[in-house]
């Protein structure tokens, strides 16, 4: 322990820079000597840089505290100072070296931007799995929510209709030859079906295709609508093998120019369309479609938006229509995580399984059928990891070493979420109210 720094069992606060904080776990007080005088209760400092070192002193004692909060799992954390600490019990999920004093500071602004930014900055390095942090963060989610001593000011991103575009854009115009390094040859986009663990990526990916057009009951001569029909094989296969018209929209123009170019080579230009246009666009046209699906695309509708989106399905959807949603949504109502929506998906948002449900009955549909593939979301979300490992060399030659770590931390984190976290990926059947056409039994799903 430094010179002049101590703990005391009494209730205190510490006010540093300006900025007031509570002090977490076990930690009472802080005593720090200051020309000889000891001073605790409340306690204000102006920092110059020969009290930096205190200061690292005191955050590394309240990150100790907290850390020492952990139950289930453990973690090992080598410190800048050459000192190393192991929290919890058994066998570290991982070990964290703090290069740089400086990342426990951002975490304790935010943790979910600090520790991301610290990790893309490489101020932390992570040996061990990565999605082992967010198991550890989800397993000990009582201490870590301590971890924020002050609030995060940064606004987070809202979805308008004026800027949809460039949100959807910032994730998926990164270049098809990027997503064509981790994803499956069909460049499927979402959660895949897997009916064996051995399954490969490409046929779970098919197989989530098959299981979602089973649902819609598809007949010869319907028209579908795919709202965020991505890189279009959703569509492709509909047509081929139902005999169906389709309409896919998007607002990525990397993804049309795609979905043009394929369809044209599939030979499906006359039964088959894409248009680079917004589901509201779109419905203030009048268009009626038999089906309507979306997969991947409810996540960016924002949380204002959520409304919006089911009446304009409702407008477009015949009297005896089905629709499909497949999306992710959260097991419990939490505003968007900050790292994720400054870095991934801004003007995104999870929903809960209610929210959803609450949307359907109030835009007037009857819910049909609800299916929740969390598991099936970890097992994708691996084998992109794995894939977006392999191409490490290539991935850096595109962008750098920060984009690398961004997006590793970001499949790691989601697999996390889905497997030992509060991510769900559901699937929601819905129709218009008294559809007397429906079949009597679900057996047409698994035939």
Known sequence: MAPGVGLEPTTSKLTASCSTIELP???NSVIIGVQGKQVNSKI??????EEEYIR??????????VLSKIRTGAVKINYWDSTSSTYGKGKPYFKMTVKDPKAIR????????????SYMDKLIEIEGPLDNVGKLVSQNSQAFNKLTFAKFTRKLNTNSFSNQKQHVQHHYDLGNDFYKLWLDKSMTYSCAYFKKKSDSLELAQQQKIKHVLQKLQLKPG??????GSGWGELLFTAVKDYDIRGHGITLSQEQYNYCVAQSKKLGLDGKLSFELISYQELAKRGRIFNRIVSVGMFEHVGKKNQASYFKSVAKMLAPD?????????????SSTDPWIDKYIFPGGYLPTTTQVTNSIFEAGFDLLDYENLRIHYAMTLDEWFNRFEKNKQKVLKMYDE???????????SSSAGFRYGDLKLSQYVFTSPNNNSLPLTRDFLYK
Not at 56 to 62: L, P, W
Not at 107 to 113: G, L, Q
Not at 321 to 333: C, D, Q, R
Request: positive net charge; charged residues 20%.
């Open 56 to 65: 690292r002193m005191i955050e590394k004692y309240a990150f100790d505290a």
């Open 44 to 49: 204000k400092l102006v920092y110059f840089e």
């Open 321 to 333: 229509g089905i629709s499909v949603l497949h999306t992710i949504s959260n097991g419990i109502a």
């Open 222 to 227: 319907l028209f579908l609508l795919d709202i």
């Open 25 to 27: 776990g076990n930690i």
């Open 106 to 117: 951002m975490i304790f602004k935010n943790m979910s931007v600090g520790f991301g930014e």
């Open 402 to 412: 920060k984009f690398y770590r961004m997006w590793k931390l970001y499949l790691a």
